[in-house]
Structures are given as structure tokens and as C-alpha cells.
């Protein structure tokens, strides 16, 4: 996307295997959902590095470098810093003997990787505030001469994944056929541009929750598909939605919601019933939080800890918490791409796309590209 101060100190003051184009994308996102605080993709922030210092990848210790703040974890509480509000000095304890850490603003934030983080919060204390963060990058960004926005999004790579890439492709051969006015177009940018950071960064965080391309009945849908039907539901006073559902019994049934949008139909067909699997006996209920947080759905998972309901990607126990997380994101990742690819080809008024009619729509899609496509991607 683009280069910022951040990247470039990271790049002096980082081990290579630290930085974000190096790690394994699997680890990286469920890295992103063991923190509890994801980055904020509708204003294009872009994680620099992430310095995991847990064992067994538990998450529970180590920084998250942003392009614009650094997110600290330690004994299950994350700590958020915004590089622009940085004041001197800053103290760096680097001892064998005692615990390592970096303290800014009066906040010591223990860390083994303590020097080399260290030194990039110093670099970035030299440089006036404004100069500190990358700039904000809207998902979709038109202009007289690219109206959807789709060249603005290959030129900023978010076309790298070629699924993302198809989706574009297809999109803006319907403008240009005229089956796709521009300006209806932009939303639809807007959500591959998003899957895309997604793809790349691991889940992003908006108001409170974690960021889907859902709508609400779509993500209520998908989720239905997952875990069936929930033992307990209620609307929050906030208008969220509260689902309850319990892994541990054997007679789960398909909830009546994944029939009822085309995003839960699409997630029964391709998925299977029932397709997040219980993760060993940590994990036994779990609620997960639907909200509309604009333009888009986006939730929250918790599980019961005890008597307790804590942030399910915090459950210990050899990385239960985030592999499971990291579970129920990548479900809902495959079911997004699936949908939007269904809205770039056929508009909004689809039914759901299946595995049994996957030649169909590569036959369509081929036909609009001008050239024959393997959708593999999507349906794996």
C-alpha cells in the first residue's frame, strides 16, 4: 500500500523474521485475534511488524508495530500507544537479570524483544507528530478519471490475492458493459478493497467489533450455518444481536437463519453443517455479539471461562483461544469472498453460489472475462 516512517525504521531496527512480509499469514491473524484489537482497515492502517514474544504462539506477550501505534500485550491486556502522542523520554531496559521493557508516556510495557522496539519508538520521537503515522487510505477512492476506484486499488496492491483480483476484474468489466453503473460499483470496491486488507493484515477492529463484509441478516446467517441453532438469543440495548451456542452437545441442528440469506445457504453448501469443530475440552459455549457498525455487520466472540465469558482468542491452553478464533474468522472469510464474488458477477439479486454449480459460474465469469478462469480459490 504505502511506505510510511514506521516501515522504514522497522526495516533498521526489526528482525526480518518479525516483519509483516515475512510472517505466515495464519499466524499473523491469529496473532491480530489474540491481542483483541484489531487494526482499522477503513482508514488503511497497515501493520508493520509483529514481535511475538509467547511461547507456543499463546499470544500472551509481544508488540504489534502499526504504521501509526503500537499495540502491546502482556498477561492477557492489551496496550494501545498512538505514535503522534509519544512524549520523551523514552526508557528502555534491555537486563538479562531483570525484566526486559520500554516505557513511554509513563506506561512500562514488558517485552523481550525490548531494545530493537525500543529503538524504533526513539527514531519515531525524533520525527515532529505529524510525521509519525501513515496517512488514512479510504477503502474506495474515485475520482473523475477512475470512477469506481478499482485502478486506485490495484496501484495500492490490493489486487495481490487473486481472488481479490477476480472480483475487481469482474466489477469493472460490468461498468465498462454498462450491467453496472459506476457509482453502484463503489460499495462493492469498498468491500474487496476491505477483504483484501483483511487477507493481508488478519481481521481489522471498527467501533468495538471485529469488521466483516456481512450485512447484519447475512452475518446472522453465516454464523447460524457454523453452529446452529443458539440455545439462548436477545438484542442488546445497543441493537446488537446476542447468540449463545453450546459446543459441547451432540445434537446440534441448522439454524433456521443460515436458511434464511443467501450468505447461510452459501455457507451450509460449501462448508458443510456445523464445519467450526469443537477444539478439545476448552472451549465448551461460546456468544458471539452481531452489530451493525457502518457500512458493514461486524461481531464479537466470547466463551466461557468458568463462570466467567471472556474474549475467546484469550482461552489458554496450548493457543486454544486464537486457533479457535482464527477458526471462526477464516469460516466467515471464505463465505465473504464467496458472496462478493456471486454480487461482482450477478448483481445483488443471486442465489446463493454452491460447489455443485461452481463450472456454471466459471463458465459465466470466463464469458465476461473474455478468457477461461479456475475459481479454485474460492471454492477450497
Given at each position: 500500500?504505502?511506505?510510511?516512517?514506521?516501515?522504514?525504521?522497522?526495516?533498521?531496527?526489526?528482525?526480518?523474521?518479525?516483519?509483516?512480509?515475512?510472517?505466515?499469514?495464519?499466524?499473523?491473524?491469529?496473532?491480530?485475534?489474540?491481542?483483541?484489537?484489531?487494526?482499522?482497515?477503513?482508514?488503511?492502517?497497515?501493520?508493520?511488524?509483529?514481535?511475538?514474544?509467547?511461547?507456543?504462539?499463546?499470544?500472551?506477550?509481544?508488540?504489534?508495530?502499526?504504521?501509526?501505534?503500537?499495540?502491546?500485550?502482556?498477561?492477557?491486556?492489551?496496550?494501545?500507544?498512538?505514535?503522534?502522542?509519544?512524549?520523551?523520554?523514552?526508557?528502555?531496559?534491555?537486563?538479562?537479570?531483570?525484566?526486559?521493557?520500554?516505557?513511554?508516556?509513563?506506561?512500562?510495557?514488558?517485552?523481550?524483544?525490548?531494545?530493537?522496539?525500543?529503538?524504533?519508538?526513539?527514531?519515531?520521537?525524533?520525527?515532529?507528530?505529524?510525521?509519525?503515522?501513515?496517512?488514512?487510505?479510504?477503502?474506495v477512492t474515485p475520482t473523475d478519471a477512475d470512477p469506481t476506484g478499482i485502478r486506485a486499488a490495484m496501484v495500492r496492491g490490493e489486487?495481490?490475492?487473486?481472488?481479490?483480483?477476480?472480483?475487481?476484474?469482474?466489477?469493472?468489466?460490468?461498468?465498462?458493459?454498462?450491467?453496472?453503473?459506476?457509482?453502484?460499483?463503489?460499495?462493492?470496491?469498498?468491500?474487496?478493497?476491505?477483504?483484501?486488507?483483511?487477507?493481508?493484515?488478519?481481521?481489522?477492529?471498527?467501533?468495538?467489533?471485529?469488521?466483516?463484509?456481512?450485512?447484519?441478516?447475512?452475518?446472522?446467517?453465516?454464523?447460524?450455518?457454523?453452529?446452529?441453532?443458539?440455545?439462548?438469543?436477545?438484542?442488546?440495548?445497543?441493537?446488537?444481536?446476542?447468540?449463545?451456542?453450546?459446543?459441547?452437545?451432540?445434537?446440534?441442528?441448522?439454524?433456521?437463519?443460515?436458511?434464511?440469506?443467501?450468505?447461510?445457504?452459501?455457507?451450509?453448501?460449501?462448508?458443510?453443517?456445523?464445519?467450526?469443530?469443537?477444539?478439545?475440552?476448552?472451549?465448551?459455549?461460546?456468544?458471539?455479539?452481531?452489530?451493525?457498525?457502518?457500512?458493514?455487520?461486524?461481531?464479537?466472540?466470547?466463551?466461557?471461562?468458568?463462570?466467567?465469558?471472556?474474549?475467546?482468542?484469550?482461552?489458554?491452553?496450548?493457543?486454544?483461544?486464537?486457533?479457535?478464533?482464527?477458526?471462526?474468522?477464516?469460516?466467515?472469510?471464505?463465505?465473504?469472498l464467496l458472496m462478493l464474488l456471486g454480487r461482482a458477477l450477478y448483481g445483488n439479486a443471486y442465489t446463493a453460489l454452491r460447489s455443485?454449480?461452481?463450472?456454471?459460474?466459471?463458465?459465466?465469469?470466463?464469458?465476461?472475462?473474455?478468457?477461461?478462469?479456475?475459481?479454485?480459490?474460492?471454492?477450497?
Amino acid at each position: 500500500m504505502t511506505d510510511s516512517a514506521a516501515h522504514r525504521l522497522a526495516a533498521q531496527h526489526i528482525k526480518p523474521k518479525f516483519l509483516q512480509e515475512n510472517l505466515k499469514p495464519d499466524v499473523l491473524h491469529r496473532g491480530v485475534l489474540a491481542f483483541e484489537a484489531g487494526v482499522q482497515h477503513f482508514a488503511g492502517e497497515q501493520i508493520v511488524a509483529f514481535v511475538d514474544d509467547s511461547e507456543k504462539e499463546a499470544f500472551d506477550l509481544g508488540a504489534i508495530l502499526t504504521d501509526r501505534r503500537l499495540l502491546h500485550r502482556q498477561s492477557k491486556g492489551t496496550h494501545q500507544l498512538a505514535y503522534s502522542a509519544m512524549a520523551g523520554p523514552i526508557k528502555v531496559n534491555n537486563s538479562m537479570v531483570t525484566n526486559r521493557f520500554v516505557e513511554v508516556n509513563g506506561q512500562r510495557m514488558v517485552m523481550w524483544n525490548a531494545k530493537p522496539v525500543g529503538a524504533v519508538l526513539e527514531a519515531l520521537l525524533n520525527l515532529p507528530p505529524d510525521q509519525r503515522t501513515g496517512p488514512v487510505i479510504p477503502v474506495v477512492t474515485p475520482t473523475d478519471a477512475d470512477p469506481t476506484g478499482i485502478r486506485a486499488a490495484m496501484v495500492r496492491g490490493e489486487g495481490a490475492d487473486p481472488r481479490v483480483r477476480v472480483i475487481l476484474a469482474l466489477l469493472e468489466r460490468r461498468v465498462q458493459a454498462g450491467a453496472l453503473d459506476a457509482a453502484a460499483s463503489r460499495p462493492l470496491v469498498g468491500s474487496a478493497a476491505l477483504l483484501a486488507r483483511t487477507l493481508r493484515f488478519g481481521r481489522g477492529m471498527h467501533e468495538g467489533y471485529w469488521t466483516t463484509t456481512f450485512s447484519l441478516t447475512d452475518l446472522e446467517g453465516t454464523v447460524g450455518a457454523l453452529f446452529g441453532d443458539p440455545f439462548a438469543e436477545r438484542d442488546a440495548e445497543s441493537g446488537a444481536r446476542v447468540l449463545g451456542f453450546d459446543l459441547g452437545g451432540g445434537g446440534r441442528r441448522a439454524a433456521k437463519a443460515a436458511a434464511s440469506s443467501a450468505a447461510g445457504l452459501a455457507a451450509t453448501a460449501l462448508l458443510g453443517f456445523g464445519w467450526v469443530s469443537l477444539p478439545g475440552k476448552s472451549i465448551r459455549q461460546i456468544r458471539l455479539t452481531l452489530a451493525e457498525t457502518h457500512p458493514v455487520a461486524g461481531y464479537r466472540l466470547d466463551a466461557k471461562s468458568g463462570s466467567d465469558w471472556v474474549p475467546a482468542a484469550s482461552i489458554p491452553n496450548d493457543g486454544i483461544g486464537p486457533k479457535f478464533a482464527h477458526a471462526v474468522s477464516q469460516s466467515l472469510l471464505k463465505i465473504e469472498l464467496l458472496m462478493l464474488l456471486g454480487r461482482a458477477l450477478y448483481g445483488n439479486a443471486y442465489t446463493a453460489l454452491r460447489s455443485d454449480n461452481r463450472a456454471q459460474v466459471e463458465t459465466d465469469a470466463g464469458a465476461l472475462l473474455g478468457q477461461s478462469i479456475d475459481l479454485t480459490g474460492f471454492y477450497a
